[in-house]
């Protein structure tokens, strides 16, 4: 032991530590700046999340002879089983009404115009009045000042019939995201974006109050697919604060070893081919293409990429991170784009609420 111990101490004064040795020749270069530890504030070292998207957005079904291993992946109808979860929810909704005279109700931000953010708004609005939850949405233009949206979430911080809020995210960059959700009362934050609550996600024996939705809409579209995750090497593509960083916490709970690929990843298809699991959230069309999964993977693709198409209702179609046609030759199973995660999202953001009412109210 005693060896093992001197051995250890002759490494870190060597050369087992890259840094230690950057330590070192900042000293020697007279360098002082009272800096007791050199490790810089985490805050410094976040960089813009900027991918190098695919030449090309279109795609192919993988050719027969370049694949010994091709098969149909099972595609995850992840409409039909949000519809059942929002079933079960509508019911719970009619007797709480009937039990206590109360509904859940849920407070929406929206600042700007994004097309995506509006598609998404409109469709969780619609999804409150199909179970009898509540909903109000207050907008503001895009250059609004941080103290409106923050005047606005005070109000509903108060409001006792509001008991969930959600601030669509993303927001114009000159707005604070941080301190604007950090300003929704915990017992509020349906949207599980709260420190406290991605903290108490990302700790052993802690429970958060909610679950990021997407995050808990995937795991439960695993669950229900049979899908085991226990033991199984995952990759979280993306590492947003929405859905890549709680996606990767949360499979981690679930015991399964995960690799995170992000837009300064050496090899991310070398990485990505290894994974049993792949969640796609990087938010660029295409990005994952057939090369980057080995047979049999499992594939959830959160991607949403807006891309123009005057044929469609509102003037673009939504397309995935994955390359579904060449994906579904090597996938066991696979959500499509739109109608896999999406509706999923919808439904845990309801299901959050609801619980959030029951909290609030005391209704069991």
Same mark, same amino acid.
Request: net charge negative; charged share 20%.
């Given at each position: ?13 060597? %050369? ?6 950057? %330590? ?50 099972? @595609? /995850? ?6 519809? #059942? ?7 719970? @909704? ?41 909903? /109000?949405?207050? #907008? ?12 606005? &979430? ?59 939705? %997407? ?31 709680? %996606?990767?916490?949360?499979l981690q709970r679930h015991h399964a070893t995960v690799s995170i690929v992000h837009a300064l990843t ?6 990505? !081919?290894? +994974? ?22 499992? @594939? &959830? ?27 579904? !030759?090597? +996938? !066991? ?16 953001? &309801? ?14």
């Amino acid at each position: 032991m005693m060896m093992a111990r001197r051995t250890m101490r002759r490494m870190v004064g060597a %050369t087992a530590w890259p840094w230690a040795r950057a %330590t070192r020749s900042l000293s020697l270069s007279g360098i002082n700046d009272n800096r007791i530890i050199m490790s810089p504030p985490l805050v410094t070292l976040d960089l813009p999340e900027i991918w190098t998207p695919p030449d090309s957005h279109d795609c192919n079904p993988l050719p027969q002879r370049n694949c010994s291993n091709l098969q149909t992946g099972t @595609v /995850i109808d992840g409409k039909s089983i949000a519809e #059942e979860i929002r079933s079960g929810i509508d019911k719970e @909704v009619r007797r709480m009404k009937e039990s206590i005279g109360k509904v859940p109700g849920l407070a929406v931000i929206l600042v700007g115009e994004r097309r995506d953010s509006q598609t998404y708004v409109r469709n969780k609005i619609k999804a409150c009045e199909e179970v009898g939850i509540k909903s /109000i949405v207050t #907008e503001f233009a895009d250059g609004c000042t941080e103290d409106e949206v923050l005047n606005a &979430l005070s109000n509903y911080n108060q409001d006792s019939s509001i008991n969930g809020i959600l601030v669509q995210l993303p927001l114009p960059q000159h707005l604070d995201e941080g301190k604007i959700l950090d300003a929704v009362s915990l017992e509020k934050d349906v949207d599980g974006f709260h420190p406290l609550n991605i903290g108490n996600l990302a700790m052993r024996g802690r429970e958060p109050l909610f679950i990021p939705c %997407t995050p808990k809409g995937c795991i439960e579209l695993l669950i229900r697919s049979g899908v085991e995750i226990m033991g199984k090497n995952a990759v979280v593509i993306g590492r947003s604060n929405i859905v890549g960083l709680p %996606t990767s916490l949360l499979l981690q709970r679930h015991h399964a070893t995960v690799s995170i690929v992000h837009a300064l990843t050496k090899n991310p298809e070398q990485i990505t !081919s290894e +994974a049993d699991i792949v969640i796609a959230a990087a938010g660029v069309a295409n990005l994952v293409r057939g090369s980057w999964l080995k047979p049999g993977a499992v @594939v &959830l693709d959160v991607g949403t990429c807006p891309v123009d198409d005057p044929s469609c209702e509102y003037g673009y179609r939504l397309m995935g991170d994955v390359c579904y046609e060449e994906a579904m !030759s090597l +996938a !066991s199973v696979i959500t499509p784009v739109p109608g896999g995660v999406g509706p999923m999202t919808v439904a845990m953001l &309801l299901s959050n609420t609801l619980d959030s009412a029951k909290q609030a109210y005391g209704f069991t």
